[in-house]
Structures are given as structure tokens and as C-alpha cells.
């Protein structure tokens, strides 16, 4: 009887320790989603598509904001909103992880480390001032953030980057463009579809 009980026992644990391994084993980014985003300073849409098992591809659309103060400011203060274009490979790097711990990993809720380029073109301004125009801009971010989904379609994403940036003044008739170190603080709420 106890050989029995033992050999049903050692049964039940393997089938379920080869569940969970393919579990564990097929999680994988989501093949697209799409969604919108809003954050401390601005409004985008995006879409994440699959690359390879823990790779994907966002690209995005949207408008970033800005506020400017002082006495180089008309009326002493304004506040822009002009468009950019993102495009960034994600490595989200413990989706296994997550889902052996019996995590949510839909909607690539997980950590990742990304390679983000964004473009800031020269197409429109909305601004509070009617004098402005946008300076064309390049940059080039190494971030690192996490993804979080609640409730099936909200989420959340936190992160930090440090990259290089170009910004094309010799477009607006100066002698020479602006080379910087930029930094990245990713602080945004979305809804994905």
C-alpha cells in the first residue's frame, strides 16, 4: 500500500513539475500590442511587437511636453507640446523568472533593459506663445525600467536611461549643433488594447 501511495505521489509531482516547465519554458513577449500612454509630460501611442522570445520592438507616436519660466519667456511662462517619434528594442530579461514564481507576465509585464531612439522633428509646436518653434532633435538612450499590468488593460512603467543627443541648430541658421549627455526618467500610466 505505501509503494502505491509513493508511486501515485511521485506520479502527481512529475506531472506537475513538467507543467510548470512548460510554463515556464513557452512564455514568451506578446506577438503586438498596442496602446496609449500618458506621463509627467506628454501623451503617446505604442506598440510593442515580437522580435524573439524576450525581444520586442516598441515604436511609438506622440507629443512631449514642456514648461519654460523666466524673464526670457514671454508673458513669464509657457508650456509647449511638440511631436517625437520613438523606436526601441526592449530585452524584457526575467519573464521566465516572473512566470516560475507564478507572476503576471501578460502584456510584457516584466523587467527590461532597452536601447530607445527618439526623434523631436520640426513638423508643428502647440504652445501657449505663438513665437516658437521646435529644434530638431536626435537622441540615442540606454534605459533600464520595469512594466507592470493591472486589472488586464492599465499599466504602469518605471525607469531610468543615460544617452547621447544631437540637437540641429545649424536648421535654424546657427554655426554649430548641440551635442549632449541626455537622461531619462520614465514615469507613465497607459492602456493597452
Known amino acids: 500500500m505505501f509503494r502505491k501511495v509513493f508511486v501515485i505521489q511521485a506520479v502527481i509531482a512529475l506531472f506537475a513539475f513538467s507543467t510548470n516547465a512548460q510554463t515556464t519554458q513557452n512564455v514568451s513577449v506578446e506577438k503586438s500590442i498596442w496602446g496609449v500612454q500618458t506621463g509627467l ?68 509585464t516584466a523587467n527590461f533593459f532597452g536601447l530607445k531612439t527618439a526623434y523631436n522633428p520640426d513638423w ?11 529644434i530638431e532633435s536626435l537622441t540615442i538612450t540606454a534605459q533600464w525600467g520595469i512594466e507592470r499590468t493591472l486589472w488586464q488593460h492599465f499599466t504602469y512603467e518605471v525607469g531610468l536611461g543615460l544617452g547621447y543627443g544631437v540637437e540641429f541648430w545649424k536648421q535654424k541658421g546657427f554655426s554649430e549643433n548641440e551635442h549632449l549627455i541626455v537622461g531619462n526618467l520614465l514615469l507613465r500610466l497607459g492602456y493597452t488594447f
Open 124 to 134: 508643428f509646436l502647440i504652445s501657449s506663445s505663438a513665437n516658437n518653434s521646435v
Open 41 to 108: 509630460l506628454g501623451i503617446w501611442g505604442n506598440n510593442e511587437s515580437r522580435l524573439s522570445e524576450t525581444i520586442a520592438l516598441r515604436s511609438e507616436l506622440g507629443l512631449n511636453g514642456g514648461f519654460a519660466a523666466g524673464t526670457f519667456v514671454e508673458d513669464g511662462f509657457q508650456w509647449v507640446l511638440a511631436p517625437t517619434l520613438n523606436i526601441e528594442p526592449r530585452w524584457y530579461y526575467n519573464m521566465r523568472k516572473r512566470a516560475a514564481k507564478g507572476k503576471i507576465t501578460e502584456k510584457n
